[in-house]
């Protein structure tokens, strides 16, 4: 993505906020993970997607009046020893050249720029009573964030402030994408399909869980130096039954399936992909009965999917499938039974997240891009089946984007016979 498509998303999310308003936007923190390492900095995707930075301690500043906007970025000074350590951070040159921003000011100015802002001074020339904090929350009594600390600053210095939360207004935007933006979650994609394939080559009885997941990893950082969208779930028999299962330390049985939940990120955008495969090559008479039965609730809701359905059309739509799926596989009676064998939802949306927020009450827009992942697990038979697969919505369908990642029983079959 070039500065066009971070200027582009700048004057969409500036059309959504009130006149005379400041939005300020926080790329987020770094913490220490020990005594001597930080954890990984993972930028704040909504500042992500306004700028294209991925820099830890920058401000994006947008002032909204008269149906305009003034823009400013606040990035930190590069410290001479600083630099002789970790690297140099972003100039104010290639600030600008990355988001299209052009007024960069250094950090300290911050404090200030807010203060003239808010205070009805010479130097203001408009007092703004509203602002725009990307007030995201989680169900987590300790959870914080710069916006949620720097809102309650703002209350103590200037309780005459009305604070919106901006956090609404930027997923609105980023549940449709752009075509850049599918074009990265493509890219994710087609390296996770020959990152799958790998795995299906090098399957074997006797290795770790672990062992084959390390040919994945492999392949996406040799490929492009890609990062895993999340930690892989490698499941090997009665593992596989565990829904979010990533422990990845059980030996491959002969006569067991694996299940590999996984996948990786272009420039944040992410894949997120199930493949369930026999470890010999094989499928079992059982095996291709219940791994069938989920092909079909996969492709069926694939077919289902358009603009204007609701996420309850869909989730209910799959669950039927299911319901009838497991009957016929002589699991269930009752409909209400298969919360036993079927227990999670049927999909979520992706993009610079695995599971991109989304306004779960509106109905589906063409350019939402979502997961179609119904599963089976059979913990007394020691077998848990999902296939899952990334579909970008249209006004009258859907197209799959991972359509080129082998499912049926043959081909894995036969390009597992190839390999070994």
């Known amino acids: 993505m070039n500065k066009d498509f971070f200027t582009r998303m700048r004057k969409k999310y500036v059309a959504k906020a009130k006149e005379n308003s400041i939005s300020v936007f926080h790329s987020g923190k770094v913490f220490p993970k020990s005594a001597d390492q930080d954890f990984d900095f993972e930028v704040d995707k909504n500042f992500y997607y306004l700028t294209g930075i991925k820099q830890a301690d920058v401000i994006l500043v947008l002032i909204k009046h008269q149906n305009d906007c003034d823009e400013m970025l606040f990035i930190e000074e590069n410290d001479p020893l ?9 100039t104010k040159e290639e600030a600008t050249h990355i988001s299209g921003v052009e007024n960069i000011k250094y950090l300290n100015n911050f404090p200030t720029t ?7 001074t010479r130097a203001s020339g408009l007092c703004y009573q509203e602002i725009y904090l990307n007030l995201e929350r989680r169900d987590n009594p300790n959870y914080s964030n710069w916006a949620l600390s720097y809102a309650e600053e703002l209350k103590t210095k200037y309780p005459e402030i009305v604070i919106n939360n901006s956090y609404n207004l930027v997923i609105n935007l980023r549940a449709t994408k752009e075509s850049e933006e599918i074009e990265k979650i493509k890219a994710s994609i087609a390296t996770t399909k020959t990152g799958i394939e790998a795995l299906m080559k090098h399957a074997q009885v006797g290795l770790y869980e672990y062992q084959l997941e390390s040919y994945f990893d492999q392949h996406i950082k040799y490929h492009g130096q890609k990062v895993n969208s999340f930690k892989t779930i490698a499941a090997t028999g009665i593992n596989a039954t565990i829904l979010h299962y990533v422990f990845n330390n059980t030996k491959l049985q002969d006569d067991e399936l694996i299940l590999f939940d996984l996948g990786c990120c272009t420039d944040f955008y992410v894949s997120d992909i199930t493949r369930t495969f026999p470890v010999n090559g094989k499928f079992t008479k059982r095996q291709a009965e219940v791994y069938q039965e989920v092909l079909i609730v996969n492709k ?25 799926a497991c009957k016929r596989l002589g699991l269930i009676t009752e409909d209400k039974d298969v919360v036993t064998y079927y227990w999670h939802g049927i999909g979520h949306s992706i993009g610079l997240d695995t599971h991109d927020p989304v306004l ?3 109905p589906l827009k063409a350019g939402t891009v979502l997961t179609v992942e119904p599963g089976i697990y059979i913990s007394e ?26 499912k049926e029983i043959k081909d894995i079959e036969e390009f597992m016979k190839k390999h070994h």
């Open 82 to 90: 600083y630099v002789k350590w970790y690297g140099a951070k972003l």
């Open 114 to 120: 807010i203060y003239s802002l808010l205070n009805n």
């Open 300 to 324: 069926k809701c694939i077919e289902f999917l358009k603009a204007g359905i609701t996420w309850k059309q869909y989730q209910e739509y799959a669950r039927g499938l299911i319901i009838d």
């Open 360 to 362: 779960y009450n509106e």
């Open 381 to 406: 038979e020691k077998m848990g089946i999902r296939i899952e697969d990334n579909v970008v919505v249209t006004e009258h369908g859907c197209i799959n984007l991972s359509q080129d990642i082998i």
